[in-house]
């Protein structure tokens, strides 16, 4: 990516929410800002719950020309007619995945720190890496994703990277030379106003 091209907006939602009222807050995000791609990263074993939410968020996010993608459950992709997947455990299940969904599915993989990871993702079929935490961050535990891992693959390789996890303003500031996508998502759904939140966080590179 040249110095001169921002980062996109890459979203996630929070892992446990009931859409009746996260709808109305996703929408507001959505119309706010230009999101390149939206994760539903709900935690269910219910598929039948999995495929209402997934009904609804899609409708919201094709409606705006946004994929959605779903955390790591590959076969409700093509069953509920969405657009990828993101899977959680870095390159081990990218090859089959890239298989079983074929070329234009979109297909991420989170590799934590590990560049070898991320390397073997793309190899593998993976559409984009997404590295991470950025900061301290409960939920992606391990050690931190830090700069000159970005640096180093925005220089070497033209795959998509993704910087997800903790972000805060001065990471974005610091990281938006490096990295084609930044994920936000409980970054800004904690908060009561998330477009206004949202608009805080990304402010050094708007």
């Known amino acids: 990516m040249s110095q001169t091209e921002q980062p ?4 996630i939602t929070p892992q446990s929410f009931e859409i009746a009222a996260f709808a109305p807050r996703l929408s ?9 791609c939206l994760r539903l990263a709900l935690v269910n074993d219910d598929e039948d719950d999995l495929a209402r939410v997934a009904d609804a968020l899609r409708e919201i996010a094709h ?17 509920l007619g969405l657009d990828g997947v993101h899977l959680s455990d870095g390159a081990r299940h990218v090859r089959a995945t890239r298989k079983a ?3 234009d599915a979109i297909i991420g993989a989170y590799c934590g720190a590990s560049r070898h990871d991320g390397l073997t993702a793309g190899e593998s079929g993976a559409g984009y890496v997404a590295f991470g935490p950025m900061g ?9 994703a830090e700069f000159a891992l970005f640096e180093w693959w925005s220089q070497m390789i033209e ?6 996890g903790a972000l805060d303003r001065d990471l ?35």
């Open 172 to 206: 974005i500031a610091a990281l938006a030379p490096v990295t084609d996508f930044f994920a936000i998502g409980n970054e800004i759904w904690r908060a009561d106003d998330p477009v206004a939140a949202l608009r805080a966080l990304i402010a050094p590179i708007r």
């Open 8 to 11: 996109n907006l890459y979203l």
């Open 136 to 144: 301290e961050h409960a939920l992606l535990p391990g050690p931190r």
């Open 101 to 103: 969904l074929g070329a």
């Open 28 to 36: 507001a995000v959505l119309d706010a800002e230009p999101i390149a």
């Open 63 to 79: 409606a705006r020309d946004v994929p959605l993608v779903i955390t790591s459950h590959v076969a409700l992709v093509e069953r």
């Open 159 to 164: 795959l998509p990277v993704v910087a997800e």
